[in-house]
């Protein structure tokens, strides 16, 4: 999810204070940054995005299932 512009105006301004306080932190940080994005998935555990109108159903879908094994396998 993209940030909005309120959320990219505050991080601009701690980028910019981070860069006055501590360059050469500032830097480092840069220079890790350029590294991960260069790196690509294949440097990593990229998991996909899964949905929530995806991934509600299926839940409910389980709920219901172990709900119905429960009723039939627990002796009542």
Do not use: C, G, K, Q
């Given at each position: 999810m993209p940030?909005?512009?309120r959320e990219r105006r505050i991080l601009a301004e701690i980028e910019d204070a981070l860069t006055r306080e501590d360059p050469q932190l500032a830097e480092r940080s840069t220079a890790i940054c350029n590294i991960e994005s260069s790196a690509g998935p294949s440097h990593g555990r990229s998991w996909p995005?899964?949905?929530?109108r995806v991934l509600l159903p299926v839940l409910v879908a389980l709920g219901v299932i172990a709900l119905l094994l429960m009723t039939v396998l627990v002796p009542g």
């Open positions: 940030l909005t512009w995005r899964i949905e929530l």
